[in-house]
């Protein structure tokens, strides 16, 4: 890792954040998931993904919205919320 990213960071730190023994800034997290080029989810426990997701959201569905052919409308609800 250390050589990889030219000294950037440090085997023993990341390490450190691996185990949890040492905290690490949103900042910081953004930039490690930029290295190894992943979402910054992957980086996180399992059990810290998902549990924000609002209950009342929209969601596009493109393909269907400019689908000329479907017979569907495009709006219906979903969970509380609306689905494009």
């Not at 992957?42 to 400019?66: A, Q, W």
Request: glycine share 8%; proline share 6%; net charge negative.
């Amino acid at each position: 890792m250390e050589e990889n990213s030219a000294g950037r960071w440090k085997a023993v730190v990341v390490g450190s954040y691996e185990r949890g023994n040492r905290a690490v800034t949103v900042s910081r997290l953004a930039e490690l998931a930029e290295f190894y080029r992943v979402p910054v989810a992957e980086l996180l426990p399992e059990g810290s993904r998902g549990h924000h997701e609002p209950t009342n959201k929209i969601v596009l569905d493109l393909e269907r919205l400019y689908d000329q052919t479907a017979d569907v409308s495009p709006v219906r609800p979903r969970n509380g919320g609306l689905t494009l």
